[in-house]
């Protein structure tokens, strides 16, 4: 639920990006953010159908969660190591920022270890997210076989 709604938060901010700034290049991240809401919501239909035996999966949703978790791995994997490259070296992160008037290096290295960190938790859960829906579903499809 929460990788739902903080990548739908995602997802708002960059469809609000991509218009204001008439970007092209922002619907790559909108599709990238959007495979992490589209996982998040096809598992908690796995996750309905297996806690209610009557309502059965739809054919769609194992593929949707394979595809869509793929994307949304290789997104949190990026996205985990770029944050703990950042928390590691933030010196060095910084020498390549040109700060906004009016605002100090030591606020500016407190506000991007604050959203940096923010980052890792977010990738962190994630990557433990995709594993444990392919997991779920690698037992679900399990289960049912063995009821055929």
């Not at 589209?38 to 769609?60: D, G, R, T």
């Given at each position: 639920?929460?990788?739902?709604?903080?990548?739908?938060?995602?997802?708002?901010?960059?469809?609000?990006?991509a218009g204001a700034l008439s970007m092209p290049v922002a619907l790559i991240a909108i599709v990238f953010?959007?495979?992490?809401?589209?996982?998040?919501?096809?598992?908690?239909?796995?996750?309905?159908?297996?806690?209610?035996?009557?309502?059965?999966?739809?054919?769609?949703?194992?593929?949707?969660?394979?595809?869509?978790?793929?994307?949304?791995?290789?997104?949190?994997?990026?996205?985990?190591?770029?944050?703990?490259?950042?928390?590691?070296?933030?010196?060095?992160?910084?020498?390549?920022?040109?700060?906004?008037?009016?605002?100090?290096?030591?606020?500016?290295?407190?506000?991007?270890?604050?959203?940096?960190?923010?980052?890792?938790?977010?990738?962190?859960?994630?990557?433990?997210?995709?594993?444990?829906?392919?997991?779920?579903?690698?037992?679900?499809?399990y289960s049912r076989n063995q009821k055929s």
């Amino acid at each position: 639920m929460f990788n739902l709604v903080v990548a739908g938060i995602l997802v708002c901010g960059f469809l609000l990006f991509a218009g204001a700034l008439s970007m092209p290049v922002a619907l790559i991240a909108i599709v990238f953010a959007g495979s992490i809401v589209l996982h998040s919501y096809a598992a908690m239909q796995l996750q309905k159908s297996i806690l209610h035996a009557e309502i059965p999966l739809n054919s769609q949703t194992p593929v949707g969660i394979k595809l869509m978790g793929y994307i949304s791995l290789f997104i949190g994997l990026i996205w985990f190591v770029s944050s703990i490259m950042v928390l590691k070296n933030p010196g060095d992160f910084m020498k390549e920022m040109v700060l906004p008037p009016k605002v100090t290096a030591a606020e500016y290295l407190h506000f991007m270890e604050a959203v940096v960190s923010f980052l890792f938790v977010f990738s962190l859960s994630i990557i433990i997210n995709v594993i444990l829906n392919f997991r779920m579903l690698k037992w679900y499809q399990y289960s049912r076989n063995q009821k055929s």
